[in-house]
């Protein structure tokens, strides 16, 4: 094991080093610039998610799919994560997160936008997209479709059955000593609940619980500004100073240099936002809408609602770490220690925010990710094996709370890249055609906005392979 673990680390390393991270950043700079700064209509994008369209073809409303591609990438990731990078980055490294962030909309609507183009109708009427099939039908590059769902459903064991219920068992032992066992329990039960309902259900639960727990999670950071409103200026000021200068030990902060503010501020940007990563695009997929554009546009706004978290989380934890800088020992310090340490300013109320957000984060990205995993097995095999893979999702889940996980967590990382990888790749070769659909349907002041777009193929999606 010790061995395994050794050949994980090195393998997680070298996927997400500076090669890796300048071609994800490089694609949402060059999406950026191919779609004419397409962030500039992210207000458009959140109007339009609020309209529905009903007599457009899909499984779910154009909001269901948004909250359902959204409980899957508001996790701990925009809680935990953030303060991981700051600890390992220092202060500069949320400028970065939120640079990535935005810069990350480009991608995530390019992403969104071949899905719905290339997403095709099985012959049970059911609505199925993603990268997998862009790259079958839009650059008949079938064998890259098949390697992006193989890693997408090893990345949903990863991310989404096994570390999220870890972290939710974790979480619940610390807090109220529940033993990992009832929690396997009753996360499983609740799991199989939601997933065994299909898209429709999930979306369902997702619309009603994201922005709850959204809303509750900033309430609560809300709270934290205004106790600490005097270190607020001071905190940004942290923020922007140390994303480009390197800092001395002073304030409560580690020692860094602005590389390591950059290197973990972009992969925690990378990965809270999952821009580029291919995944939210599935969901996008399903929604009912007339054509690429309007859902690509509202799935983008994905991207924006999570930068606004992981800057808000960003400011709570520094502006906390000003204030406690003579208690902090920033050396001896990780991620979950310093969230719980800031939230703790609120006493015993701070401490029951922070620990339901986590739960209630955690659960969201389970069920989201079971949607991501059971398209990609459907491409692979066929309709027939989605009620085996929500069985061993099932199990995974279970076991996922009641397991040591280091060497999980670097695995679901390892896979949440090797899927991005094949996905950049299509988001590239189609980017011209994404340009030219986006200069179509923005021309005319946006009264294209409402054409109907192609008719989804029909397949017999028995076997894909």
């Known amino acids: 094991m010790k061995t395994m673990a050794t050949f994980v680390d090195c393998v997680h390393s070298y996927l997400w080093g500076w090669p890796t991270l300048v071609f994800l950043v490089g694609t949402h700079i060059y999406m950026t610039f191919k779609t004419g700064f397409i962030q500039k209509k992210t207000f458009l994008g959140i109007k339009l998610s609020l309209k529905h369209d009903h007599d457009a073809e899909g499984d779910i409303s154009s909001f269901g799919s948004l909250a359902t591609a959204l409980s899957a990438t508001i996790g701990t990731g925009s809680i935990i994560g953030v303060s991981t990078a700051i600890v390992l980055g220092g202060p500069g490294a949320v400028f970065w997160i ?61 991310i989404g059955s096994t570390v999220q219920p870890n972290a939710i068992a974790t979480v619940l032992n610390k807090s109220m000593c529940v033993p990992f066992w009832v929690s396997a329990v009753i996360i499983s039960i609740l799991v199989a609940f939601v997933i065994i309902g299909g898209i429709k259900y999930i979306s369902k639960i997702c619309t009603k619980l994201v922005p ?30 140390s994303a480009f200068h390197p800092r001395a030990i002073s304030s409560g902060f580690v020692a860094t240099t602005v590389m390591a503010a950059a290197r973990f501020g972009i992969a925690r940007g990378l990965f809270s936002n999952e821009s580029g990563m291919g995944s939210a695009a599935i969901a996008a997929a399903a929604a009912k809408t007339r054509n690429p554009f309007r859902q690509a546009l509202i799935s983008s706004t994905g991207t924006f609602y999570t930068v606004v978290v992981c800057a808000m989380t960003g400011v709570v934890m520094v502006s906390g770490v000003l204030v406690n800088s003579g208690t902090i020992d920033a050396n001896n310090i990780d991620g979950a220690m310093l969230t719980s340490i800031v939230f703790g300013q609120l006493g015993y109320i701070g401490t029951m925010v922070l620990i339901i957000a986590l739960i209630l984060f955690a659960f969201t990205t389970t069920i989201g990710w079971a949607y991501y995993g059971e398209c990609c097995v459907e491409y692979l095999f066929g309709r027939k094996a989605k009620i085996p893979y929500k069985i061993i999702y099932i199990i995974m889940a279970f076991m996922g709370a009641v397991i040591s996980l280091n060497i999980v967590w670097s695995l679901a990382d390892i896979f949440n890249i090797l899927m991005a990888l094949p996905n950049l790749i299509a988001i590239l070769l189609l980017g011209t055609f994404v340009a030219n659909e986006t200069r179509y349907y923005s021309s005319s002041d946006n009264i294209n906005l409402y054409e109907v777009g192609s008719d989804c193929k029909t397949i017999n999606t028995s076997s894909n392979c």
């Open 212 to 241: 709850f727990m959204s809303v509750f999670y900033m309430i609560g950071c809300l709270a934290l500004l205004i106790k600490n409103v005097n270190y607020i200026v001071p905190a940004i000021c942290e923020i922007i100073n």
């Open 98 to 158: 939120i640079l990535v962030g935005i810069l990350g909309i480009a991608t995530k609507y390019a992403e969104s936008l071949i899905a719905v183009k290339y997403r095709i109708k099985t012959e049970k009427g059911t609505i199925l997209g993603g990268a997998m099939y862009a790259l079958e039908y839009g650059l008949k590059m079938k064998w890259l479709g098949i390697l992006f769902a193989f890693f997408g459903c090893m990345a949903s064991f990863g």
